[in-house]
């Protein structure tokens, strides 16, 4: 992998994951327009840095919000912040569940497989859509609540369902108050996304060369400085309800996904 790749498939990720399009579904037409040109091994540590540095966007974007979390829960009390991070907790459960119990069955999905992509491109369009006609109301992230955005999470494992266009999607169709549908949908990935940089860590799947530092490092700044903007753009789109456009350019490249991979 060249520097310029990195930095292609930075910027993708960094706008991808934040921005209601799948940032899976992207990264595997990337790679395939890219030619697919590193090995399995140097595409999982490459993807792993990739979304640690949107994680360290979302904390960046999110920072006084984290840092009222952490306050609330050192004081170990009932509070508003120990609920909300609560909440986190619950709605990871779905997730890892799938990822502990489905992992072979859920990494079949990738590698190339841009018919799936294309499909769940059209989903994920679906849903942008209903949540973009729906509502505008106060309510709060509840328990229950927690556990069904979880739900919908897991499910955007698969490579084309956006993770953010599908927990914000469910969030707004259960009534969820627009800002904070966005920025629990931001949060609530975090915990997740350490959580299996750690386990890859102390699995010694990842594997780097000396050779890499440099493409990696500028895979790494492209996705975090491309993640700070989508997740600062991201939550003005929610808040417009400017959804729609999404879901047209979802369903675009959807159906191109699809074209190209009967063609072929």
Not at 39 to 50: E, G, I, R, Y
Not at 57 to 82: D, M, Y
Not at 135 to 164: C, F, M
């Amino acid at each position: 992998m060249d520097v310029l790749e990195a930095i292609v498939l930075g910027i993708v990720q960094g706008l991808t994951e934040f921005l209601p399009v799948s940032s899976s579904g992207h990264l595997e037409l990337a790679k395939v327009i890219l030619g697919n040109s590193y090995a399995a091994d140097q595409s999982l540590t490459f993807t792993v840095v990739l979304h640690f540095a949107t994680a360290l966007s979302t904390i960046f974007v999110f920072k006084e919000e984290v840092v009222e979390i952490f306050k609330g829960l050192l004081q170990f009390k009932w509070n508003a912040e120990f609920k909300f991070s609560l909440k986190i907790i619950i709605s990871m459960f779905p997730a890892v569940i799938f990822g502990l119990f489905f992992e072979k069955e859920l990494e079949s999905l990738f590698g190339g497989k841009i018919l799936l992509v294309g499909f769940m491109l059209l989903v994920t369009a679906l849903l942008l859509l209903l949540a973009d006609k729906a509502k505008n109301t106060k309510k709060e992230v509840s328990y229950l609540y927690a556990i069904l955005i979880g739900i919908s999470q897991a499910i955007a494992i698969i490579p084309g369902i956006s993770r953010s266009g599908a927990t914000i999607s469910t969030s707004v169709l259960l009534g969820i108050d627009r800002t904070r549908a966005a920025k629990f949908s931001f949060l609530m990935v975090v915990p997740l996304i350490f959580g299996k940089i750690g386990k890859d860590i102390l699995s010694g799947d990842l594997n780097l060369q000396s050779s890499e530092i440099i493409p990696i490092l500028a895979g790494f700044l492209a996705a975090f400085t491309s993640g700070l903007l989508a997740c600062k753009w991201m939550i003005l789109i929610v808040k417009k309800s400017k959804l729609s456009y999404f879901s047209i350019y979802c369903g675009i490249i959807g159906s191109i996904a699809i074209g190209y991979a009967l063609l072929n």
